[in-house]
């Protein structure tokens, strides 16, 4: 989703393909040569100015540039300032307690934009640069919410200043970089607008520390340049992105009250085709165990027993299992269930190493992805679209067959997944939340 933005900010979006409109509202075509030449020639003074006054870590983004200015285009300081000071004036709504010098930021602004002169828009530009980087590194600041780090290295950290303003340098648009918010993530900037639409509202104490709970859950995620995968278990979605964009979103099925799915962070590694599935040892014990006793056989319920858990283990005959011990919870036994047709893991699975047993997977079961609430599963994330996934994953589509089971593909690169929990949304204009149906907002987790 995208914020809504602020003001003049908001015209950014379309500034690259729309044409300069003159004061009257008339058309101006493409600028002549000697306006061109002349604004080059004051890009090239704000960049001669900058040489001069950028130093230390700011000089060194700044000489990766060729001192070509962010903030200023033609000589001329752009509307990404104002948004900048905007999201300063509110960060507030960040949790953050300071301003960071807006008020000041935009008398210097006016200023400069008054004088036109390259030494002003040179000062303005550092000062605006500086103030960004702080915002931006006191924003991701790591906090505490529960979150299992799978992935050591996926575990936030507050950046470096250089590198929040290096990576500002890549997108296409910087403008359209600093009015999206574009380094945190499309739920963290869409929570940040409901925060100040209940503030605007006047919704209670109890409202807002909710939201504020959601806010936080979402500080932790990625921005949108990041390739990764989200999992949201309050809404049963999930999105992935990519170069600064939303590449896809489908429904998932998610753990249910009772086996819910953690918020967990971790890197998928591989696909596999054609997977068996390992029966969990309370499902052997609570379905598949009374279904024997009962008469049936393990072949009719696709399923096999395997002497342990591990790599070597050998098949072995449901003759040779106390399966009133299994029943009884005395016993553990090794069940799995045989890939194809029906299989519950469907026609492929992710793994993403943790310790809680958690992955994707497809589902046979399509009927559950078109109720409204989909915390129906064991914990693990049923996908409604497991081959569109794949192809994203791995960059080739789905074998069109195979009898072999447990095919492994490797992802060229591994891509980070992050299952999270969000229960704030809107309807009809207004803040509303979900059913807290693991109970996180009202613990604080």
Not at 30 to 43: G, Q
Not at 175 to 186: F, H, K, L, N, R
Not at 343 to 368: A, Q
Request: aromatic residues 6%; charged residues 25%; positive net charge.
């Amino acid at each position: 989703m995208r914020r809504v933005a602020h003001g003049a900010a908001a015209l950014l979006l379309l500034a690259a393909a729309a044409p300069v409109r003159a004061a009257a509202g008339a058309t101006v075509g493409a600028p002549t040569p000697a306006r061109a030449a002349a604004s080059d020639a004051a890009e090239r003074a704000v960049a001669a100015s900058l040489r001069e006054r950028a130093g230390g870590w700011i000089g060194r983004v700044y000489a990766e540039r060729g001192y070509r200015p962010l903030w200023a285009a033609g000589g001329r300081l752009g509307p990404a300032a104002d948004s900048l000071l905007d999201d300063l004036d509110t960060a507030a709504l960040d949790g953050l307690g300071s301003t960071y010098g807006a008020r000041d930021l935009r008398a210097q602004l006016a200023g400069a934009r008054q004088r036109g002169d390259a030494e002003s828009v040179a000062r303005v530009e550092l000062a605006l640069s500086k103030a960004f980087t702080r915002y931006v590194r006191d924003q991701r600041r790591p906090r505490e919410v529960g979150m299992i780090w799978a992935d050591a290295t996926l575990k936030p950290k507050r950046p470096r200043a250089e590198a929040v303003l290096r990576a500002a340098s890549f997108p296409r648009s910087f403008a359209g970089y600093v009015t999206g918010m574009e380094w945190m993530s499309p739920h963290y900037v869409r929570l940040r607008a409901l925060v100040a639409r209940a503030r605007r509202d006047g919704v209670g104490r109890a409202e807002e520390q909710r939201l504020r709970r959601n806010l936080e859950r979402a500080r932790v995620l990625p921005g949108p340049w990041t390739r990764h995968i989200v999992v949201d278990a309050s809404s049963g979605r999930l999105w992935y992105y990519e170069a600064g964009r939303q590449a896809g979103t489908m429904k998932v099925v998610v753990g249910a009250r009772e086996t819910q799915t953690p918020l967990l962070a971790g890197v998928v590694q591989w696909a596999i085709v054609n997977p068996y599935w390992n029966v969990p040892t309370y499902l052997a014990r609570k379905s598949v165990a009374p279904k024997v006793l009962a008469g049936r056989s393990l072949a009719s319920l696709r399923m096999e027993a395997l002497s342990d858990w591990s790599a070597a283990a050998r098949p072995l005959p449901a003759s040779a299992i106390d399966w009133h011990a299994v029943a009884a919870g005395t016993r553990e036994i090794r069940l799995r269930e045989l890939p194809g047709r029906g299989n519950s893991m469907g026609r492929v699975k992710f793994l993403f190493p943790n310790e809680e047993g958690i992955y994707l997977h497809d589902t046979p079961d399509r009927e559950l992805l078109e109720r409204d609430d989909r915390h129906l599963s064991n914990g693990c994330i049923r996908l409604e679209n497991a081959p569109v996934l794949a192809r994203w994953l791995t960059g080739r589509p789905l074998p069109a067959s195979t009898r072999d089971p447990e095919q492994a593909v490797a992802l060229q690169v591994p891509v980070p997944v992050y299952l999270t929990y969000l229960t704030a949304t809107e309807s009809r204009a207004q803040v509303a939340f979900r059913d807290d149906v693991y109970g996180r907002d009202a613990a604080g987790g």
